[in-house]
Structures are given as C-alpha cells and as structure tokens.
C-alpha cells in the first residue's frame, strides 16, 4: 500500500503554480472537430470542461486538492501516471494529504481534442510540468485523457488516465 501511495503523490503533483504565462497558454483553443454532436453543443461541452480541468489545476497549484475532489463522480476509477493499478477516490484523498504544504509545482496544459456522445466526453490534453510540487526543478511531459458524465445535470470526472508522453521522432 506504500507504494501505491508514493505512486499517487508523484502523479498528483500535478498541482500548479499559475503565472501569467501559464494562463495564457492554458486558455488556447483550437476550432472544433467534426463529431457525433453538433458543432455548438461540443464548443459549449469543450468550453464548460476545459474550465473546469483548469479549476482543478488551478486549486492544485494553490495546493488546494478538494476542487478535483468534488469534481468527480460517483464511481470514479483513474489509472496516474506510474501507478501499478488505477485508484478510486481513497487514492485521491490519500493524494490530498501528501500534499499539505506542497505547491510549488508549475505545469503549463494545453488543450488536444474532445470527443462527446450524449452525457459523455472525453478530453484529451497534454501537459508539462516544469517544477514538481515540492520545488525540485522538472521536465516533464505528459499525456492525459478525462472521461467525463453529465450527472444530475453536472459534468462530473469519471475516469481518466495519464501517461509519460513517449519519446517521439517529432
């Protein structure tokens, strides 16, 4: 159980420290897609979820890990970066402890693509982390996908996965 702890605390020092910069970057998007909904329901999908993954990043860098909490939703199962197996909400929770005092991370995102059907979507973005959570300088890059429900009439996180970006020819 120790590791998977370790594991987590890596993963969710995902927090960040917003600079002007940062923000900056994080609020690019790109034109919608062709989908399975119309063009004007993804941009309002695209746009209500893009906000709130920032909401979440956002609280993180503060060191404030309870607006990812209350983000997700019933069910919730997510698989972070380096961890052996995906972790439900007492992954979260045990994340959240570890991380008290802890937020000096900084980490820019940007947005990829969206994919909705009905009460469902998925969002896929990237991130770079250039300061971990306890200060230590950073490089890294990764690659996350959030599968998001409409429950009750709210979007709520209900799985995802985040991985190492390989490296790539270009």
Known sequence: MRKATLTLAAIS???LNFSAANA??????????????????????????????LEIYAAR???DFSVYIAAIAD????????????ARLAGLEQTQQDLIGKNQEKLAMTFLDLAVSGDTAVIFYKTHRTSLSDGTPADQHYE????????????????GMARERPARAN
């Open 13 to 15: 020092a995902l927090s």
């Open 24 to 53: 900056e970057a994080m609020s690019a998007k790109p034109a919608p897609a062709p989908l399975a909904v119309g063009a004007p329901e993804w941009t309002s999908v695209r746009d209500t979820l893009w906000a709130k993954e």
């Open 61 to 63: 860098g503060r060191g």
């Open 75 to 86: 069910g919730y199962l997510s698989w972070p970066p380096g961890g052996d197996v995906p």
């Open 144 to 159: 996350v996908t959030h599968n998001w429900i409409r429950q009750n009439g709210a979007w709520k996180l209900f799985s």
